[in-house]
């Protein structure tokens, strides 16, 4: 079961665009193997906070860096 902050599930005003990245940043540089389910949802809620294309892509090389984790950490548990 993954974890989820109240705070992602609670409408509100979002998070202003350079938070949300400064966010997504974090999450990518402090994943583990153990977290990587939950922060990667959290990224995901985050990136749908963005209001343009252009902050999206700003955050898209993390999000590649994690779905690129998940892979290969789900690699490692098959073999």
């Given amino acids: 079961m993954a974890f989820v902050p109240l705070e ?4 509100g005003p979002p998070p202003d665009p350079q938070s949300a ?3 997504v940043r974090r999450i990518y540089f402090k994943t583990t193997r153990r977290t990587i389910e ?4 959290h990224a995901i809620e985050l990136l749908k906070s963005l ?4 902050e999206r892509e700003k955050a898209s090389v993390y999000m590649e860096g994690l ?4 892979r290969e950490w789900a690699r490692q548990n098959t073999t």
């Fill in 21 to 23: 990245l400064s966010e």
């Fill in 51 to 54: 209001p343009s294309e252009e």
């Fill in 8 to 11: 992602s599930l609670k409408p």
């Fill in 67 to 70: 779905a690129e984790m998940r």
């Fill in 38 to 41: 939950h922060d990667i949802a």
